[in-house]
């Protein structure tokens, strides 16, 4: 049989709602949570209503993790009270959440790659005789409901990103959930996989569950969501419904003051060349082209965007101009100078600095165990000769970058590994482009930041533009590539389908480049 989810998929419970409306979903009371002596969380106040989709917003380190850990039940409080249809409730473990219909989709998928979607959704099962094919029929049945169509037979590492997605939240809602919790869902998808993203979700609010959307897009967030709460350093800041509010006030309360949120965008001053890459393709290990066939060019003070989905071959494109590739076919030309075949440390000092922010930000970039400045010397020393290093310099750098980006640390000496991870994406930053590069290659340079610090970001990279600085920058945000960008090159399985103008150009049309067609699609009834 399929599993009832509560206050999700049955008839009888819809009508139920609302005689139940006297109480929110889930309550969570003046909750407090401390590490040592940083207060993560100061009694907050938060709730839920049956039937709604509700925004969490708020800077890094405002305590929206720290909070979801809790209600999901990785994190006890040390004060305060859960509430769930009035009731108090405590939950010492995941497990427990579940079982009280609380399920939390990671913003990194949790699934087992070589299992099917069918097997993935049961692995919390006790039982070990499973009947695969009648699971399969009825998660298909349950997946209906949505107005999901899916094939639960298929393995999860045959899928694209949006179907991935979409398993991880077929999975807690076959476990049981009714509230469910999505940190970041749209982070990785094509707008028009966020266009069917939004339809389940939508579907599912109307079916009577509780959704808890965490994101830092502010226009999806006043796109699909009824209500919204803002914490800031560890405390509610207010609850406004969106029909009442504006992405400015939100804003606002998010930073504690009023910023203005635009991107500007110079005019291009010098036409010159400044970079030329042609029929570049780079393989990996198996031989299996990651790039496959590239062409473009880059002009000094000139901004080229690069948009694809994660996996499209961006990483290899850096490494690859950076000098860290090594199965490379074609030509890179570096103001008519060609750098195939150079070491990293040469085509640093011609001029070309790379600021890539990996998934691990302390295993690439940064020596994790030395302090700020001697990770700011890291770079100074491909110019250094002679037995003896600058440290007075290094150390003069480390504060100069720690006042511009505002870094929040103890001082320069404070180890890396301390930080947080935007503190830590600034100090990389910062790093190159103190080396007053002539080409700066940038790849997600605000990932995990708040919007502040991004803003902050989208300055400095425009400064670098205004001094003839060529400027390559790998992004996610497709609204923020569109507003900064001169031209946006997208990429699709390692390769170019496409070169646009960004002033002409809007989401769809490069939405559609970066996608490759997903296997996942809605019901006719509700795409007619």
Do not use: W
């Amino acid at each position: 049989m399929i599993k009832s989810v509560q206050g999700c998929s049955e008839t009888e419970n819809q009508i139920k709602l609302d005689l139940d409306d006297k109480f929110p979903a889930i309550e969570m009371h003046d909750i407090s949570k401390s590490f040592g002596a940083v207060h993560a969380n100061r009694n907050i106040n938060f709730s839920v209503s049956k039937g709604e989709i509700h925004a969490l917003l708020g800077e890094n380190g405002s305590g929206k993790s720290t909070l979801m850990n809790i209600l999901s039940g990785i994190y006890f409080p040390d004060s305060g009270v859960i509430m769930q249809d009035g009731i108090p409730v405590y939950f010492r473990s995941p497990k427990e959440s579940i079982k009280h219909g609380i399920g939390m989709v990671h913003q990194h998928f949790m699934l087992v790659e070589e299992l099917t979607a069918v097997e993935n959704c049961i692995l919390n099962r006790k039982s070990v005789l499973v009947d695969l094919k009648k699971e399969a029929e009825q998660l298909s049945k349950f997946a209906h409901r949505y107005n999901i169509a899916i094939d639960p037979l298929t393995k999860v590492r045959k899928m694209s990103v949006s179907e991935k997605q979409t398993v991880e939240i077929l999975k807690v809602l076959y476990m049981g959930a009714s509230i469910l919790v999505l940190d970041e869902p749209t982070a990785v998808l094509t707008p028009q996989e966020i266009d069917r993203l939004f339809v389940i979700l939508r579907k599912m609010r109307d079916n009577g569950c509780s959704i808890v959307f965490i994101s830092h897009k502010m226009n999806e967030v006043m796109d699909l969501c009824d209500r919204v709460t803002v914490l800031r350093k560890g405390q509610t800041i207010g609850t406004r419904r969106i029909s009442e509010t504006t992405q400015h006030e939100l804003i606002e309360m998010m930073v504690g003051k009023s910023i203005e949120l635009s991107i500007d965008r110079p005019k291009i001053i010098n036409k010159e060349n400044c970079l030329k890459v042609r029929n570049l393709t780079v393989r990996d290990a198996f031989g299996f082209p990651r790039l496959n066939d590239i062409t473009f060019s880059l002009d000094h003070g000139e901004i080229l965007g690069v948009a694809g989905l994660a996996g499209s071959g961006q990483k290899e494109l850096c490494e690859a101009i950076a000098g860290l590739q090594k199965n490379v076919i074609g030509t890179i030309d570096f103001q008519g100078t060609s750098i195939m075949g150079k070491t990293p440390r040469e085509i640093i000092k011609m001029g070309i600095s790379m600021s890539f922010i990996p998934e691990d930000r302390l295993g690439m970039g940064l020596v994790s165990t030395m302090d700020i400045a001697d990770n700011i010397m890291l770079k100074d020393y491909a110019f250094h000769s002679g037995p003896f290093l600058d440290r007075k310099s290094a150390r003069m750098k480390a504060k100069e970058i720690i006042e511009r980006l505002d870094i929040s640390t103890p001082g320069i000496h404070h180890v890396v590994r301390k930080l947080s991870g935007g503190n830590i994406q600034k100090v990389i930053l910062g790093r190159e482009i103190n080396l007053n590069p002539k080409l700066l290659i940038t790849a997600y340079a605000v990932r995990g930041l708040d919007i502040n610090s991004s803003y902050t970001i989208y300055d400095l990279i425009n400064e670098q533009k205004m001094k003839g600085v060529a400027v390559l920058f790998i992004g996610e945000d497709l609204d923020v590539l569109l507003e900064l960008c001169d031209r946006i090159m997208v990429l699709n399985s390692g390769k170019v389908t496409g070169i646009v103008e960004a002033r002409s150009s809007g989401k769809e049309e490069i939405g559609m480049l970066m996608s490759s067609g997903s296997s996942f699609e809605l019901d006719n009834e509700v795409t007619a």
